[in-house]
Every structure is written in C-alpha cells, then in structure tokens.
Nanobody, 115 residues
Framework: QVQLVESGGGLVQPGGSLRLSCAAS????????VGWYRQAPGKGRELVAT???????YYGYSVKGRFTISRDNAKNTVYLQMNSLKPEDTAVYYC?????????WGQGTQVTVSP
C-alpha cells in the first residue's frame, strides 16, 4: 500500500515562494514516476512536474523556469519548490506516485496566491 502526505501549502503574495513536501510511506525508489499535479476551482487536474526513477524530469509549460521538483531518497520525500508565484498558481496541489501500474494520490494541500 502507498500513502502520500502533502504539506507546505498556504497563502503567499504574488512573487513569493513556497516549498511543498510529499512524504511517502516506504521507499520512493519503488515508484516509477512521482510528481505533482494541481487543480484550480472549476478546472481539471493539471500536471505540474514529475520525476522518474531514472531522474528524468518533466515540467508543465505554465511552471517551467519557476518551479523545481526534487527528491530526498533518504527521507522518502519529494519536494516542489515554487518561486515567482502568480495568482493563477492558486490551486490544490496533489502528490502522485505510480507503482506497478497503479496511480496513488495524496489528500492535497491548498496554495493560494493573493495580495
């Protein structure tokens, strides 16, 4: 079984920064892909960033150059460093992991970017 717990969300002003964390139960080495998605009110879920077991990283177009995904294998944690935040980054951010062809989700953490 896989459990993912996100943290680090909150309210930040435009131009500010936040770092999200996703703590996984057990080793994150076993995940073929782990990453972050987000869902704004009234919109579908959008891919933000992913990292594979081969350290291949992908960023969504709207966050490229501003967000950075990383992982600490010793802590079984995946991070999302978010810089230069914009109001349109406001959403619930979800951690996702793929293991043996199944997709697992955390409960989400709210990020609000507002003056």
């Amino acid at each position: 079984q896989v459990q993912l717990v996100e943290s680090g969300g909150g309210l930040v002003q435009p131009g500010g920064s936040l770092r999200l964390s996703c703590a996984a139960s057990g080793s994150i080495f076993r995940f073929r892909v782990v990453g972050w998605y987000r869902q704004a009110p009234g919109k579908g879920r959008e891919l933000v960033a992913t990292i594979t077991d081969a350290d291949i990283i992908y960023y969504g177009y709207s966050v490229k150059g501003r967000f950075t995904i990383s992982r600490d294998n010793a802590k079984n944690t995946v991070y999302l460093q978010m810089n230069s935040l914009k109001p349109e980054d406001t959403a619930v951010y979800y951690c996702n992991a793929v293991w043996y062809g199944s997709s697992y989700w955390g409960q989400g953490t709210q990020v609000t970017v507002s003056p």
